[in-house]
């Protein structure tokens, strides 16, 4: 069998094709890394934040409003737009027990909550489940252009166990 020589020119030519494919790895490995951290970098300037929805808005006009609760704001702004004889007025759709959003069940005139069975009347006022207390109402007035006009950062709350009247001004608005 004859004895095949190899070349001192072709081993070298194959360790430098390695070398070169080793350097384009390393350089592509840098170069992600320092890509990715470029971003990461951009990325702090922009923070993700939540915007909190206003606190004073616009609901509509009275006539806009038949009687019985509203329930067209629950998801924007967490509130209830309720008209009975009395007039108009605002309820929080937060539990009192422990801040769930209650849902209004129309076929029982009631607002149940879904974590832990608390249940409000139409107005608000708790009568099953461990909630301590009926649910706040926000203030409402009618603003220049005859609008209802709700500020959620003025709520008018009923301590537990006492008698629940709302009756001050700007708890409900006359119709």
């Known amino acids: 069998m004859p004895v095949r020589k190899v070349s001192r020119a ?19 490995s840098i170069f992600a890394f320092l890509t990715a951290n470029f971003f990461m970098t951009l ?12 606190t004073s808005f616009k609901v509509g006009y009275p006539t806009d409003f038949g009687f019985g609760v509203d329930t067209r704001f629950q998801q924007k702004y967490r ?26 069940v129309e076929s029982e ?9 608390s ?4 107005e608000g006022r708790n009568f099953e489940g461990p909630a301590p207390r009926p649910m ?10 005859g609008q209802i006009l709700v500020d959620v950062s003025r709520i008018y709350k009923c301590p537990p166990g006492a008698p629940c009247e709302f009756r001050e001004d700007g708890s409900y608005l006359p119709v």
């Open 119 to 122: 249940g409000y009347d139409s």
């Open 79 to 104: 509130i209830w737009v309720v008209r009975n004889a009395e007039g108009i007025f605002v309820i929080s759709a937060i539990c009192t027990h422990l801040g769930c959003t209650p849902d209004w």
């Open 109 to 117: 005139q009631k607002f149940k909550c879904p974590c832990h069975g």
């Open 136 to 145: 706040d109402r926000a203030h409402v007035e009618l603003a220049p252009d």
């Open 10 to 28: 072709n081993t070298d030519d194959k360790s430098e094709r390695r070398l070169i494919r080793r350097r384009k790895f390393a350089f592509a």
């Open 43 to 54: 990325r702090f300037f922009f923070p993700r934040t939540l915007f909190e929805p206003k």
